[in-house]
């Protein structure tokens, strides 16, 4: 399995909410995943509210091979699960 870190959408029309999961490559964005690691809200007042990851399985799906979008990896470098590249 080629798994990918990426954003599902799981808010309602025009407020986004986002989880942060690991899915296979081929499913689809908001279909079947295998492990959900976080939230990213967008509309979050403080900047330490938008982004909320377990760096814990962050850490151990990446050692696993799980590659993250451009987008999911710029959020993991904010919440310091990568380091700034």
């Known amino acids: 399995m080629a798994a990918r870190m990426r954003l599902r959408r799981v808010g309602r029309k025009g407020i986004p909410l986002y989880r942060i999961v690991v899915a296979d490559k081929d499913s689809p964005r908001d279909g079947r995943f295998v492990a959900a690691i976080g939230t990213y809200n967008p509309r979050a007042e ?33 919440a310091g699960a990568l380091p700034k590249a």
């Open 46 to 78: 403080k900047a330490e509210d938008k982004v909320q990851v377990d760096v814990e399985q962050a850490k151990a799906w990446i050692s696993k091979g799980a590659m993250p979008t451009d987008t999911v990896r710029a959020l993991l470098v904010t």
